[in-house]
């Protein structure tokens, strides 16, 4: 398994405002840093950096205009003499009250306009950060055999996480969707569907967003249930896809507490949902904010839970892109994330 990593995201410090409170974020460098030598320790294939980002891959799954707002966001904050290191929106376009269409000219209204949360700002380093992560999707994408099966597996160790942001807007942590950017890669390279399954612990609202009028990729998605779950406006089991779309998203909302148990029968489900949907490649949302010491999050697997969520995910047995999302308990992320890659490779192995 290739690993792809950068260390562009050591500048992405961000604050969030959570509960009222601006504090440091939750989703900080420690992060990746803690999943990179975890990762290095299970020795589970070369690391490489990322090839430069194809920016064109990037406006293709995002609106060009919100590219180029992400990349010039904190020069424009700065130009403006604002004090606080990130720039972050404080009035969003609520839901019925706002003008359709009529993207403000102002820089806040900007971030109001291009956001759905305050639990993310733009510092200096958000953009460098943010295009590396989508180029080590990319490059995870270039590096597996569409011909294979899931002895071809890559693993993007992306940091900013990806699965929240849309077509235009930033949130939950994420700017750009690496995980969609690997898929539409796949596609791209001549793949005819493509499985997107995030099993992180919150909806994958963005990837949702992006594919929800498409075929070409099936997206699954198992989450804590929006009725009390971040981001609480999207993930319902009713929500399958419109137009062309329609049948090609699956949401499997979960009650609080999940267990494996519980948990990987809704995966199996899932993957099951996948099997019927002729794809030929996937890529995994891999969040192991599912983890039960999460400071944010209310699943219950336990670290050695985590081989199982990989074998499950290689029983597909196709060439596979893992993008890095969420996962926040510092001290049990890398073994989370190395059990699962571990437990991947191994049943993709056994297999051949
Ligand atoms: N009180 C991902 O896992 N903010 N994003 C939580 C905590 C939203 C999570 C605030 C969590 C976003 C990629
Ligand atoms: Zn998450």
Redesign the pocket.
Same mark, same amino acid.
């Given at each position: 398994m290739l690993i792809v990593s950068s260390d562009a995201h050591r500048a992405h410090h961000a604050v969030?405002l959570?509960?009222g409170e601006l504090i440091p974020s939750?989703?900080h460098p420690g992060r990746a840093d803690a999943v990179s030598a975890a990762v290095a320790g299970a020795d589970l294939g070369t690391m490489v950096g990322p090839d430069p980002l194809d920016r064109s891959l990037v406006d293709r799954v995002h609106d060009p205009v919100y590219v180029e707002f992400l990349e010039t966001a904190h020069e424009r904050w700065v130009a403006e003499g604002h004090r606080a290191p990130g720039a972050m929106g404080f009035a969003w376009p609520a839901r019925g009250a706002a003008s359709p269409d009529r993207r403000p000219d102002d820089l806040l209204g900007q971030l109001g306009w291009h956001s759905f949360?305050a639990?993310c700002s733009i510092v200096a380093g958000t953009w460098a950060a943010a295009a590396d992560a989508a180029a080590c999707a990319q490059t995870a994408a270039d590096a597996v055999d569409l011909a294979a099966g899931a002895e071809s597996s890559a693993f993007a160790l992306c940091r900013p996480?990806g @699965? @929240?942001a849309g077509v235009d807007t930033f949130g939950?942590?994420?700017y750009l969707n690496n995980a969609a950017i690997a898929a539409q890669r796949l596609l791209d390279r001549g793949a005819t569907r493509v499985a997107l399954v995030d099993v992180?612990? @919150?909806h994958g609202n963005g990837t949702q967003e992006l594919f929800s009028d498409r075929d070409d990729v099936a997206f699954c998605s198992i989450h804590g249930d929006p009725t009390w779950a971040?981001?609480w406006f999207s993930g319902h089991a009713g929500e399958t896809g419109v137009g062309a779309g329609e049948g090609f998203t699956l949401n499997l909302p979960l009650d609080r507490g999940a267990t494996l148990e519980v948990w990987l029968d809704a995966l199996g489900g899932g993957l099951d949902w996948v099997r019927g949907h002729g794809c030929d490649a996937l890529v995994v949302s891999l969040?192991v904010?599912t983890f039960e010491g999460d400071p944010?999050s209310e699943f219950a697997l336990g670290t050695d839970d985590f081989p199982a969520v990989g074998a499950a995910l290689a029983g597909l047995g196709l060439p596979t892109v893992l993008v890095l999302?969420?996962?926040?308990a510092t001290d049990e992320l890398g073994a989370n994330v190395a059990g699962v890659l571990t437990g991947f490779a191994t049943t993709a192995a056994a297999s051949i």
């Open positions: 969030e959570d509960t939750w989703e949360a639990d996480p @699965h @929240h939950g942590y994420c992180d612990f @919150h971040f981001p969040g904010d944010i999302e969420g996962g926040y």
